[in-house]
């Protein structure tokens, strides 16, 4: 990384550059151990979150019949979208070198992702989709438990794990966390306008 000169004069857009490539340094090289080794390369095995998805579709299938049956649908909608968009838009309008991809890293980067990709960094897909699925979860079953807002810690680790692993800058995760919501907030109002909010819980205490 080339960092300015003394004295030398410093765009707002190089400052934003020089932060994002100070934060890769500290979650990639220095805010480690071996066991987030393990847990980062964990999270980021899609196939640890089939029965998550299917918890998901069972429960809402059940509990909201017809009702529900679209909600997957919707669902299904915004994890499309999401990545369509960050990955056939994004990433062709902005080409941003992938850390484990760039020559500047080579002697200094921990990879410990199965493989590097050599599609562009912006925006991360991964941040784009879980932050969307998070949202649409949140504002669509969030009435019925406080509980689904513990899906955007979920994205934040999936997130987090890329800059941890070398595949991604802060800044791309951070883009993509931030086109996720858009559009998880865009699927989620659609389905509220066409089939209204899922009823509150109710809870039988008894007679006194």
Same mark, same amino acid.
């Given at each position: 990384?080339? @960092? ?128 969307? @699925? ?59 306008? @066409? ?14």
């Amino acid at each position: 990384m080339i @960092l300015p000169e003394i004295g030398q004069p410093v765009s707002f857009l190089q400052k934003i550059l020089y932060f994002d490539y100070w934060l890769f340094i500290k979650i990639n090289q220095e805010w480690i151990s071996p066991f987030f080794d393990r847990v980062f390369l964990f999270l980021r095995e899609p196939d640890i979150w089939i029965p998550f998805y299917l918890f998901l579709l069972v429960f809402v299938t059940l509990n909201f019949a017809r009702r529900g049956l679209w909600w997957a649908s919707f669902l299904g909608l915004t994890a499309i979208l999401s990545d369509q968009i960050s990955s056939n838009l994004m990433k062709r309008l902005v080409f941003r070198l992938r850390p484990c991809q760039d020559p500047q890293w080579v002697e200094s980067i921990r990879v410990l992702a199965k493989y590097c990709p050599i599609s562009s960094s912006f925006t991360s897909s991964h941040a784009c989709n879980h932050f969307a @699925l998070a949202t649409f979860l949140f504002l669509t079953l969030g009435i019925t438990s406080r509980w689904w807002a513990l899906a955007f810690v979920w994205a934040f680790l999936i997130s987090y794990a890329q800059v941890y692993v070398g595949v991604h800058y802060p800044g791309d995760v951070f883009s993509g966390a931030l086109l996720g919501c858009g559009i998880g907030y865009f699927t989620s109002r659609l389905f509220l306008k @066409l089939f209204g909010s899922f009823p509150l819980p109710t809870y039988n205490h008894g007679h006194a």
